[in-house]
């Protein structure tokens, strides 16, 4: 399987800053995009950043210009950079990998996976 865990999530007061971080480990061959989406309470998740293993990157409007992802591909680690934070960027942060899998002599498909959250909460 492919495993990936988040880290960073917090509380922090309108203006400030956090950097989430996410590996993903297990049986994995190839990563094409990694990315963060978000879920607010009562509100669908949604795409915040996403970046390819070339480093094109993608935003939300919402974030463009606060936010600023990046990759380390040979650790299998994305980031996502967070300044100029607001209330409403509060909600749980989700960490996805589009990997595909080798094991046991066998090339899986690609598909999505995802982390279980890290919270981030901003303070007005």
């Known amino acids: 399987q492919v495993q990936l865990v988040e880290s960073g999530g917090g509380l922090v007061q309108a203006g400030g800053s956090l950097r989430l971080s996410c590996a993903a480990s297990?049986?994995?061959?190839?990563?094409?995009?990694m990315g963060w989406y978000r879920q607010a309470p009562g509100k669908q998740r949604e795409l915040v950043a996403t970046?390819?293993?070339?480093?094109?990157?993608n935003y939300a409007d919402s974030v463009k210009g606060r936010f600023t992802i990046s990759r380390d591909n040979a650790k299998n680690t994305v980031y996502l950079q967070m300044n100029s934070l607001k209330p409403e960027d509060t909600a749980v942060y989700h960490c996805?990998?589009?990997?595909?899998?080798?094991?046991?002599?066998?090339?899986?498909?690609?598909?999505?996976?995802w982390g279980q959250g890290t919270q981030v909460t901003v303070s007005s």
């Open positions: 996805n990998a589009y990997a595909r899998r080798y094991s046991g002599g066998v090339y899986f498909p690609s598909r999505d996976y």
């Open positions: 297990g049986s994995i061959f190839s990563i094409n995009a």
């Open positions: 970046i390819t293993s070339g480093g094109s990157t």
